[in-house]
């Protein structure tokens, strides 16, 4: 079946975990912070919970977690899945092969653009401007379909990127309930991913061909 890629002018980026309270929200303000720093300007970021209870706060733990990256976590209220929230994604990026798994089931056909935030990571380390050139050959204007672009690039790697050594290193630990410690660790391995991801995304938003033949 063909793969239908969207022409809309915004590109989404959805963040799931299980109560969208610790590891999601998390990844929605620093990626969004990221991009923005970045010149990405045409994407979005929201986040959602498998089993979110609706309206629940972030608990002060990871409130400090997203103070300590210089983020705001403002206002945030956990919000529930939905079959629409996947659908209309130009990326997934979970904090759990769990979650992965979960939005697959709600909307198949976006298991190509699913991934958990550390796998992203570990298929995208190591690719040159070369992998970028379907984004490259696109007009600057087009940021979207950029970003698109280098979405289908990294997941065109997989099978072809050895697996984790653990597949635990997929995943993102999930804190709720536990230790300081165990907040802190969520947090090293969320933040080097979402690093990853950011500077994947602002690359495929400026390259040119030119900058791509000098690179």
Not at 77 to 89: G, H, K, L, N, Y
Not at 158 to 168: F, I, M
Request: aromatic share 4%.
């Amino acid at each position: 079946m063909p793969v239908t890629i969207s022409t809309a002018q915004e590109f989404h980026i959805l963040t799931v975990c299980t109560g969208n309270i610790c590891r999601s929200p998390l990844a929605e303000q620093y990626i969004r912070a990221g991009l923005a720093a970045g010149g990405v300007t045409s994407a979005s970021v929201s986040s959602a919970g498998t089993l979110a209870q609706p309206g629940q706060d972030m608990p002060p733990q990871a409130w400090a977690l997203a103070t300590s990256h210089g983020l705001e976590p403002g206002t945030h209220a956990a919000r529930r899945i939905s079959e629409r929230d996947v659908r209309e994604a130009d990326v997934v990026l979970a904090m759990g092969r769990e979650h992965r798994k979960e939005v697959a089931q709600l909307h198949p056909r976006a298991a190509r653009r699913t991934f958990t935030l550390r796998e992203f990571a570990r298929l995208a380390l190591g690719m040159t401007t070369d992998d970028l050139a379907s984004a490259a050959a696109l007009p600057l204007d087009d940021q979207a379909g950029r970003l698109r672009a280098a979405i289908a690039a990294v997941a065109a790697r997989k099978g072809l990127v050895e697996a984790a050594a653990d597949p635990l290193d997929d995943d993102v630990v999930d804190p709720y309930r536990r230790s300081d410690a165990t907040y802190a660790r969520s947090g090293r391995e969320l933040v080097p991913a979402a690093d990853v991801f950011i500077k994947i995304l602002a690359v495929a938003a400026t390259i040119t061909d030119d900058s791509r033949r000098t690179s």
